[in-house]
């Protein structure tokens, strides 16, 4: 069995957290990229989402995650009595998670859905990989938002698509794994050739962002319908 060595050091985040909604119960927040969620074990990665929030909310946890290089939307929990009701409608799939993110090239189609059984890769951490043998079930719808030519400093047109992405599974690197599979990465992605094609080397950011987030809140039975502007 491979052992798992995490050399990652996280770069100072020197971008705040957003707080979009908060009662006695939850915390609705817009994550920087470039932040952690949770801190690791390395002393050097202790800056993160959860690391800021208990300093204000103490108590807090995280019901799900944002990789460290996607911003948006995140809900956290005030207790643990929140967090259990939380994290139950994360794994009955009620909870609705749409992304918004720059895809490298044009996509052919408006419209589909990728389904690629995702599992960990050992040998290769932190990446993932397409597995149908061993990987779990992984789905991914996308839509066509706009084909777009941004242009670079030489003068030349870099093709990209932005799409709204809604993965049906949460599983880790889903979304970018996916899209690498669709041909077309998410541009400025380090780990599956979002920074490959002549013109995408430099890109300050992975391009994907948690747009909205639906669910029930536990304590009203209300529909939380949180929507947060696409930065890019």
Known sequence: MSTIIDTFIAPPCHDQIETVYQDDHLVLINKPAGLLSLSGKNPQNIDSVHHRLVQLFPGCTLVHR??????????????????AALC??????TVTKIYSALLCGHLEHNEGMIDRAIAKDP???????????????????????ERIY????????????????TPETGRTHQLRIHCQQLGHPILGCDLYGGRLLPGT????????HASELHFVHPISGEWMKARHPCPF
């Open 66 to 83: 944002l990789d460290f290089g996607t911003s948006g939307l995140m809900v956290i929990a005030r207790n643990k009595a929140i967090n």
């Open 201 to 208: 080397e430099q890109t300050p950011r992975l391009m994907l």
């Open 150 to 165: 941004r242009e670079q400093e030489n003068g030349a047109l870099l093709p990209l698509t932005r799409v709204q992405l």
């Open 123 to 145: 040998a290769r951490f932190p990446l993932m990989s397409i597995c149908p043998l061993h990987g779990k079930p992984a789905r991914s719808r996308y839509q066509v938002v």
């Open 88 to 93: 139950q409608q994360f794994s009955q799939r």
